[in-house]
């Protein structure tokens, strides 16, 4: 079986979130499967020079784009024993950063078309085209009414998976023609609510749509957190599914990360204390065992939650012996709250504004408690990576979250959950938190469970693996 997993970003070479994370990483599960699996992304002018130095130019093409042609570069590199293809236009892609520019439906549809076209030229022809959020959803459109009858081209299924669903691509519908080289006669398949949508036409053409976890999948089907996509989805329902994310579990290992105090694992995990008081030091806070850490580290933005913690935060001070350590930058509002927390209590709550990755493990190893109260989240990686330093997660139940992290209320469970997006049902998940922390016993218990707890791509690779069989069985 032969895959081209396409994505617009991809760890180690460029990433800006979670799907760099997940293009750097499942690629590889599947090639340890004896998958076939190679990827494809754009050859941005940010890339590390160590990394360009590594490309191998293969050759050159030229890509249609609505009525004109563009040169397009196909580089070669691997990494982790996966090949990479590299497409370079040095208009479209030499430029700062990934997104945000003014052409960004041009620069895509561009991508997404000069995917379909390199595949004669890199005589690696896939079974499967597995695209990624808007950047790559034009592809399955391209590819069905262009391509599905072509020589060469034939009996190629498609995957689309929506990591994020409020990032659409949606664009005026007179880009059409000029610039995406759609026809009215398949305007329709684009076309959503009267603006061009790049999702909605991955959507509609794929031939398996996929999310990053089985409750977004279900959940994106409700209005409340469709983003308006739910009326189209509701329609092709039947080619829908979710399967969870994992996490890169050697990158995230706290027995062997080299930016942690002391390493631990889940068969001696007494290190972990060391890491918890040398961040107590780092933070200026009261060094104290016996009081426990809340780690959040999160854009500071109101669908993370932290509009429910600007309302209780403050309270759970005064009426628990806690400290919290924060790690983020976002919304000048949210901003702003975190420091007059510090300024209020400092020596019971650190803030960092900005992101800071070597403290970001640190915070992860260091604290006890890990708190994510998402208003939605897709799949969410933060959670998986605090049970993989033993850190239990205090989570909303939503998407991704749901599925990864269970309520330790009957014992069982791996972390603390809330189900209603209410300040106060966040709270007493905080509170139940804090009380199993001040019964050493069972925290012992949970954190040797959370350090337990595989959260790595080997089962949702497997989930993938199977996917892409049944679609090739037709």
Not at 159 to 179: A, C, M, P, R, S
Not at 435 to 460: F, I, Q, T
Request: aromatic share 12%.
């Amino acid at each position: 079986m032969k895959v081209l997993y396409v994505s617009s970003e991809a760890l180690p070479f460029m990433a800006s979130g979670g799907l760099g994370d997940v293009a750097g990483s499942l690629p590889v599960a599947l090639r340890k499967r004896l998958i076939g699996c190679r990827v494809v992304m754009p050859l941005y002018d940010g890339i590390k020079q160590e990394y360009k130095d590594q490309m191998k130019f293969i050759t050159s093409i030229s890509v249609p784009v609505s009525w004109r042609r563009q040169y397009c570069g196909i580089f070669e590199a691997k990494s982790n024993g996966v090949i990479y293809y590299f497409l370079d236009n040095q208009y479209y892609f030499k430029r700062d950063g990934i997104y945000g520019h003014y052409d960004d439906a041009e620069r895509f549809a561009f991508f997404a078309r000069a995917v379909i076209e390199m595949i004669p030229a890199i005589d690696w022809k896939p079974d499967i085209i597995h695209c990624n959020d808007w950047q790559s959803a034009l592809t399955p459109l391209y590819y069905s009414i262009y391509y599905a009858n072509s020589p060469g081209f034939e009996n190629i299924k498609t995957v689309f998976t929506i990591h994020n669903i409020q990032y659409q691509g949606k664009y005026g519908d007179e880009l059409l023609n000029d610039v995406l080289g759609i026809d009215d006669y398949h305007k329709n398949l684009i076309l959503y609510d009267g603006l061009v949508n790049f999702v909605k036409a991955g959507i509609e053409c794929a031939n398996v749509v996929t999310t990053v976890s089985p409750s977004y999948a279900k959940e994106i089907l409700d209005p409340w957190y469709s983003h308006g996509l739910d009326q189209i989805l509701n329609q092709r329902s039947w080619k829908l599914c979710g399967i969870l994310n994992g996490i890169d579990t050697d990158g995230y290992n706290p027995a062997t990360d080299p930016n942690i105090w002391q390493n631990y694992s889940a068969d001696d995990f007494s290190g972990k204390a060391k890491n918890k008081e040398e961040l107590q030091k780092l933070c200026s806070l009261d060094v104290r065992s016996d009081v426990p850490i809340i780690g959040i580290v999160s854009r500071l933005v109101g669908h993370k939650g932290v509009d429910l913690m600007r309302e209780v935060l403050e309270k759970s001070l005064w009426e628990r012996d806690v400290q919290y350590v924060v790690l983020g930058s976002g919304e000048w509002q949210y901003e702003s709250y975190f420091r007059e927390l510090h300024n209020k209590y400092p020596n019971k709550v650190a803030v960092t504004i900005g992101f800071v990755p070597d403290l970001a493990r640190k915070i992860y190893a260091g604290a006890d408690l890990f708190l994510m109260p998402s208003k939605s989240e897709p799949c969410g990686l933060s959670q998986m990576v605090a049970l993989r330093y033993g850190t239990l997660p205090i989570v909303r139940e939503t998407g991704g979250l749901k599925d990864s992290i269970q309520d330790s209320g009957d014992g069982k469970g791996n972390g603390f959950t809330f189900k209603t997006y209410n300040a106060y049902d966040m709270l007493g998940a905080i509170y139940r938190a804090i009380d199993a922390y001040n019964n050493p016993e069972l925290h012992d218990v949970l954190v040797k469970r959370a350090l337990e707890c595989d959260m790595s791509w080997g089962k949702s690779a497997n989930e993938y693996i199977k996917l892409y069989r049944n679609l090739l069985k037709g």
